[in-house]
């Protein structure tokens, strides 16, 4: 394969500056990671797709373990005179909700919604499990499939279905279902930052943008290398509305029937859309050596008459890698030029390539480049396995690094809404601005600006005193920014 080939591999990739949505449309495609399905609106997981799902899933899972939950599962199909206990519920999602109204060839005399969320039968369920003070907390998650069906959708971030976590948690006080709330935010946010190398800010939902049927949502928000914002995962505190829709009643340590104060709180596959334009570039993906399918591709180099020998010297390596838990592929292959491997691999954001030649071999060494950096390092065989996890663990916290450098250059402090106007039209990123917590405030920063409140932070870089919209005191400062 000649070298004009080989450039021409990466240029099949449209340039994040011409169109970010093209870009990353090319590269989800390109580096395999789904493919679309004949339903409107839903994808296919392919192999390298899914894997990065199930790393972020077994770091979660084990985060809340370790905190007293436990895993179940409850059915897809929910009655929808469930969904019609909690008015604010159903109206927040019955655009989105799909129905089952016939089945076995007979027309089902009550309407079944597929999961959207599991509050209703998670409810229903609960109020039958609990009647004392003895039974809470409950604490359980739940992974699962859900349903909604979105009028825009964009593959992983936006999908009429996806794969999520829900936790659904019951207690005696709002005190404990709040430390709930706030605990489970923390986790996400030290999974995002510390595992996906993703900055988020934390803070409250307003009113307006807040789970329907909740008192209060908590979110943890992300930007994009487009400056959009994505919502990577929510924690609610319900009080005790569903507790009241749904009679999950206990007898107190005082001999007194009393509702429970329930939490919900959930993240999903759109992490995987959030990683990729976090991260991305115009050689496509890039991938944390955390959550990496593959953290190191070894690539044999040289002449044919030494192969053998350079093939069956990787083969030992490889054997010492696979042995110290890293996840390392051979890519051997004799009909395709180390040109295009290396196009590849970078292509699919692998985080450390491995070259090793007959020259290698004769001196004891190895070369190691970093797919952040492009850096080319020289290291001996013989601690092969300690450099490449002192590599691994230095390109995990450059990209944390670098992502917080990007937020931080592309966040913005305003007074106005002719400011945040002109910002959103000249430039990418968040805003900060003074609310006085009216809606129509709200509204209207929506409508002049095209951007919607994040979330109100719990801290800001700075305490904005005047409302951008109306000039009345702000009774909040808060995170504005076009979304996904």
Request: proline share 5%; net charge negative.
């Amino acid at each position: 394969m000649s070298k004009e080939n080989d450039k021409q591999f990466v240029t099949e990739i449209t340039p994040q500056g011409e169109d970010f949505s093209r870009w990353y449309i090319d590269v989800i495609k390109k580096a395999d990671l789904m493919d679309y399905s004949p339903v409107r609106g839903c994808i296919v997981f392919k192999p390298d797709g899914f894997e990065i799902w199930e790393h972020i899933k077994d770091e979660m899972d084990r985060r809340f373990r370790e905190t007293g939950h436990r895993n179940a599962y409850f059915p897809m199909f929910i009655p929808e005179s469930f969904f019609q206990k909690e008015k604010e519920h159903v109206e927040g999602f019955n655009p989105e909700l799909p129905w089952v109204t016939e089945a076995g060839g007979e027309k089902l005399e009550e309407r079944l919604a597929i999961r959207p969320t599991s509050e209703t039968i998670i409810g229903h369920m609960y109020s039958k499990w609990i009647q004392s003070y003895r039974d809470l907390p409950v604490l359980i998650n739940q992974w699962a499939n859900v349903v909604r069906w979105e009028k825009r959708t964009l593959p992983f971030l936006r999908t009429s279905e996806f794969l999520w976590q829900e936790g659904h948690t019951a207690h005696e006080t709002e005190e404990e279902a709040r430390e709930e709330t706030m605990k489970m935010l923390e986790i996400y946010r030290e999974v995002l930052e510390e595992y996906l190398a993703i900055p988020v800010i934390t803070g409250q939902k307003t009113k307006s943008e807040k789970f329907a049927g909740a008192v209060d949502t908590f979110s943890i928000e992300a930007m994009m290398k487009d400056g959009r914002a994505v919502q990577a995962g929510t924690s609610h505190y319900m009080g005790t509305n569903f507790a009241k829709a749904f009679e999950i009643q206990y007898l107190s340590r005082n001999n007194v029937l009393e509702l429970a104060h329930t939490t919900s709180w959930g993240t999903s596959t759109r992490l995987i859309g959030a990683l990729i334009m976090v991260h991305g570039d115009d050689r496509g993906l890039v991938l944390p050596p955390k959550v990496a399918p593959t953290q190191v591709v070894m690539i044999p180099i040289g002449p044919p008459k030494t192969r053998d020998a350079v093939v069956g010297r990787a083969d030992e390596l490889f054997a010492e890698l696979k042995q110290a838990g890293i996840r390392v592929k051979m890519d051997d292959r004799s009909d395709v030029r180390p040109g295009w491997k290396f196009n590849e691999y970078e292509m699919r954001g692998v985080p450390i390539r491995l070259e090793i030649g007959p020259r290698d071999m004769e001196n004891g060494v190895c070369v190691l480049v970093s797919r952040i950096t492009g850096e080319k390092k020289v290291v001996e065989q013989a601690n092969l396995v300690e450099e490449i996890q002192t590599m691994l663990t230095q390109v995990q916290a450059d990209m944390l690094q670098r992502a917080r450098t990007f937020m931080s250059d592309n966040f913005y402090s305003v007074d106005t809404l002719d400011e945040m106007k002109e910002l959103m039209e000249n430039k990418r990123g968040f805003t900060l601005a003074g609310w006085c917590g009216s809606e129509a405030c709200e509204d209207k920063v929506r409508e002049v600006t095209g951007a919607t409140s994040r979330n109100i932070p719990f801290q800001p870089a700075e305490e904005k005193h005047t409302c951008l919209a109306c000039g009345e005191q702000a009774k909040h400062t808060v995170v504005f920014a076009r979304a996904y």
